[in-house]
């Protein structure tokens, strides 16, 4: 049974940092593409980033580009995100996804099959 367990949500000032983690368990880790989504109240889930297995390969949205990091320890089975420059606009419930693609298209949800149950950041002005 795979399982994926998003922490380290919170809530912060603007400017502020936060790493978040994901865990998972249930599957060979290091074999597969791994994404960051969020959602905020009254939107559509939107891509934050996504690492290729080896980590070699990263991607970001452009609203996160130079502020967002994107990392993965393969031994650990763990995914990162290290989110600094915080703002009002970061506002929302963070996925990690576990997937088979980390191409053009990485941001598309169907190339995703198992995601966690989310993590609150909440960044105030």
């Known amino acids: 049974q795979v399982q994926v367990v998003e922490s380290g949500g919170g809530s912060v000032q603007a400017g502020g940092s936060l790493r978040l983690s994901c865990t998972v368990s249930g599957l060979t880790f290091s074999t597969y593409h791994m994404g960051w989504f969020r959602q905020a109240p009254g939107k559509e889930r939107e891509g934050v980033s996504c690492?290729?297995?080896?980590?070699?390969?990263?991607y970001y949205a452009d609203s996160v580009k130079g502020r967002f990091t994107v990392s993965r320890d393969n031994a650990k089975n763990t995914l990162y995100l290290q989110m600094n420059s915080l703002k009002p606009e970061d506002t929302a419930m963070y996925y990690c996804?576990?997937?088979?693609?980390?191409?053009?298209?990485?941001?598309?949800?169907?190339?995703?099959?198992?995601w966690g149950q989310g993590t609150q950041v909440t960044v105030s002005s």
């Open positions: 996804a576990v997937g088979y693609y980390s191409g053009q298209y990485w941001a598309t949800e169907s190339n995703y099959n198992y």
């Open positions: 690492i290729s297995p080896s980590g070699a390969y990263k």
